[in-house]
């Protein structure tokens, strides 16, 4: 399998503009996590996902962040209008419901600088 | 609510010194707890993982054990590498979701 897939892998924008990121989780996996990595607050939760439903989505920031899962192969994190705080890298991640450990499988993170 | 707190880096150490990296967490009922490892440009992978009080989990020559009496989960290793050098993230589980730490550097030296 590839693992989780995410694009672009850099993305660098101004300030007001729209930002689509992309993910592609494992097939078969059940569930989708976005995270956000920063080095003053760590890595965060934005939002997840189960069966394409989003279930918790409070670690979304403000109302400028959503996200869509359309089907069980793709998702997006749109940020409109981008900040500069926003710059961050944004990692999703998917599992298994049920599998050992409950793991989740990273992908390589969307490194998003807003100037 | 829960949480993870992990100790400060950067650590760095020469290649085959003894690491530890402490953890302690604060959480309702008896989650499991995780160490996962990110090497420079990648995303987080899972090193170990232990799911009860006084489990011992292992991979690639780390341990940690889960002491439910001190609510800590410390990683050790017992000679590292300049390969182990990356950002390791002590982490609990809550219904769904993983709580991370704000994650320890370690550097190696040759």
């Known amino acids: 399998d590839a693992g989780v897939i995410q694009s672009p892998r850099h993305e660098v924008t101004e300030m007001g503009q729209e930002v689509t990121l992309r993910c592609k989780p494992i097939?078969?996996?059940?569930?989708l996590f976005w995270y956000r990595q920063t080095m003053m607050r760590g890595l965060e939760l934005l939002i997840y996902?189960?069966?394409?439903?989003?279930?918790?989505d409070s670690g979304m920031p403000e109302d400028r962040f959503s996200a869509k899962m359309p089907n069980a192969s793709f998702s997006t994190l749109k940020i409109q209008p981008s900040e500069p705080r926003d710059s961050a890298v944004y990692f999703c991640?998917?599992?298994?419901?049920?599998?050992?450990?409950?793991?989740?499988?990273f992908g390589p993170g969307t490194r998003l600088t807003v100037l | 609510g829960d949480s993870v707190t992990q100790m400060e880096g950067p650590v760095t150490l020469s290649e085959e010194a003894f690491l530890t990296i402490n953890c302690t967490y604060t959480?309702?009922?008896?989650?499991?707890l995780f160490w996962y490892v990110q090497y420079p440009g990648e995303g987080l992978q899972l090193l170990l993982k232990a799911t009860k009080a006084d489990d011992k989990g292992s991979n690639k020559g780390f341990e940690a054990t889960y002491r439910k009496e001190t609510t800590s989960f410390h990683l050790e290793k017992g000679s590292v590498q300049v390969s182990d050098s990356a950002v390791y993230f002590c982490a609990l589980e809550v219904d769904d979701k993983i709580i991370f730490g704000k994650g320890t550097r370690l550097h190696i030296l040759p």
């Open positions: 097939s078969g996996h059940d569930y």
């Open positions: 996902f189960n069966n394409n439903v989003p279930i918790d």
């Open positions: 959480a309702t009922g008896y989650p499991s």
């Open positions: 991640a998917s599992r298994i419901a049920g599998g050992p450990y409950n793991e989740q499988f």
